[in-house]
């Protein structure tokens, strides 16, 4: 195989076919090692929020940590603003030293800290360690979405983006399932089974750790850093690791990337390129983000008030309703990811936006008439959000997709850190507010709020999103270090 990449003429830029050669291989057993390595982040922060909830009882009743309802609160705050603080500053990180340094650093960082979290003394302890929880899995979102889009063929990344964010529920089982276990006290003391609980996602990450250390850095990074002789070695490996187990590989497609060499990308061309250079685009992405982190949180932070309050269902069985409300979650992004691929993101998106809006419009008017039981209630949730997850998963998707290589890390962590300050603080604490009216006319109103923004955004990629199937990354959007001057203001 002749060099694919090499120096040009022209100092300082690089000429190349790698990211082509990696969108023209088959899936294989690389790439499902890629997913789980990286992609067990979705699920660590399923299982961190799903915890939250469920041990707060817990966390009041403990004789050392006697905690009250606002220090739980102020507790799950700690772990948003961990998040939003730990995207941000790792994700700058991540774009300017690497993919690989920092999903090292942000697996360490969270596997310690939720550790730590189960040692904790007295508030301030758990309040600090919480924080760095949460500055662990914000970090992992912006190094991991990052590398496993580089990774992956264009023609499945869409169904691949997808089913990882869905694996998000997958943690949410095992949290609302350990709690029912480990906070019996028939099994452990009281204030054993909450430190128990946070162990898992410790344990979990524990195991994770060590599949990390075969993935390479990814070549796309390499190729911006001028750094073509590694990037080159790593496809090559790949390459010869599918000939190995017998695959024929296809010449790549499209035309060659001529790529100017820099060290790295200054904040305000960030922020340029982000904001004015791809303005259409970054309205979509926060008109997405904004509309399914109001209508996620608001309603799941909220799930365990409305049934033991509406329908008197115990505090210490709410877990049992959680779980089926996870199954829905988890196969929506795996039953309709393929279609992002071969209808197209903006057909998918809309689509699965506005049936989430007018379900949840629907099943709102029959709990506001009380037609609905508990499990009529928790099937109606299945239902909506079979739907509702595979549209906030594509929303991570269109946000990681529509930046450019330079600032893609950094790009995702800004409407991460912007969608889960949003859902966190304002849809949680709004619902919260209607739920203690006590009126269901109250609640429903807040539905009708939630349904708005989702029909809202539905219009907005059906206007203006990006036809990104199939694509590769560059014809996407265009490299700021690309020579030719062809960039998109889409």
Not at 378 to 384: Q, R
Request: charged residues 15%; proline residues 4%.
């Amino acid at each position: 195989m002749p060099d694919a990449t090499k120096t040009i003429e022209t100092p300082g830029v690089v000429e190349t076919d790698l990211p082509a050669r990696l969108d023209r291989l088959p899936w294989g057993r690389f790439h499902v090692l890629i997913v789980v390595a990286l992609g067990v982040t979705w699920l660590l922060d399923g299982l961190e929020v799903t915890l939250a909830g469920a041990v707060a009882s817990a966390l009041k009743t403990s004789p050392m940590l006697h905690f009250d309802n606002a220090q739980v609160g102020l507790a799950g705050s700690a772990y948003i603003a961990g998040a939003v603080m730990g995207a941000l500053g790792f994700g700058w990180l991540t774009d300017r030293l690497g993919r690989r340094k920092l999903f090292f650093v942000t697996l360490s960082v969270y596997l310690l800290a939720t550790a730590a979290t189960a040692l904790s003394w007295n508030f301030a302890a758990f309040f600090v360690f919480r924080l760095l929880t949460g500055a662990g899995i914000g970090g992992e979102y912006a190094a991991i979405n990052s590398t496993i889009q580089e990774f992956t063929p264009a023609r499945v990344r869409g169904w691949t983006d997808l089913s990882i964010n869905g694996t998000f529920w997958v943690g949410a089982g095992i949290g609302a399932a350990g709690s029912l276990v480990l906070l019996d006290p028939r099994l452990l003391p009281p204030d054993w089974g909450w430190r128990a609980c946070f162990l898992i996602g410790a344990l979990l990450a524990l195991a994770i750790l060590p599949m990390r250390a075969w993935i390479p850095e990814s070549p796309r990074w390499l190729l911006m850093r001028g750094r073509h002789d590694e990037a080159r070695a790593i496809v090559e490996g790949i390459e010869t690791r599918f000939r190995d187990a017998g695959h024929t590989l296809a010449a790549p497609a499209g035309q060659r990337l001529r790529l100017r060499v820099q060290s790295h990308t200054a904040l305000r061309k960030v922020f340029h390129a982000v904001f004015v250079l791809h303005r259409r685009r970054a309205f979509v992405g926060l008109s997405l983000m904004t509309a399914q982190a109001f209508f996620y949180n608001a309603i799941f932070f909220t799930y365990a008030l409305v049934l033991t309050e509406f329908y008197r269902v115990p505090g210490n069985t709410v877990g049992l309703y959680l779980l089926p409300f996870a199954l829905g979650n988890f196969l929506g992004p795996i039953a309709l990811g393929r279609l992002f691929d071969v209808l197209g993101r903006r057909a998918m998106i809309a689509a699965t936006y506005a049936l989430s809006g007018l379900l949840l419009t629907g099943s709102g008017y029959l709990f506001e008439q009380g037609a609905l039981t508990a499990t009529m209630q928790t099937i109606a949730w299945m239902v909506i959000f079979f739907f509702a997850s595979a549209a906030a998963s594509s929303a991570y998707l269109t946000v990681s997709e529509s930046f450019p290589l330079e600032i893609r890390a950094l790009a995702i962590a800004i409407f991460y850190a912007f969608g889960t300050a949003l859902g966190g603080i304002a849809g949680p604490a709004f619902f919260g507010r209607l739920i203690d009216t006590h009126l269901r006319g109250a609640v429903f109103s807040g539905y009708l709020v939630g349904s708005a923004l989702m029909l809202g955004a539905a219009l907005i990629a059906a206007i203006w999103g990006m036809d990104a199937e199939r694509k590769p990354l560059e014809q996407v959007a265009t490299p700021l270090s690309a020579v030719s001057d062809d960039h998109s203001t889409g």
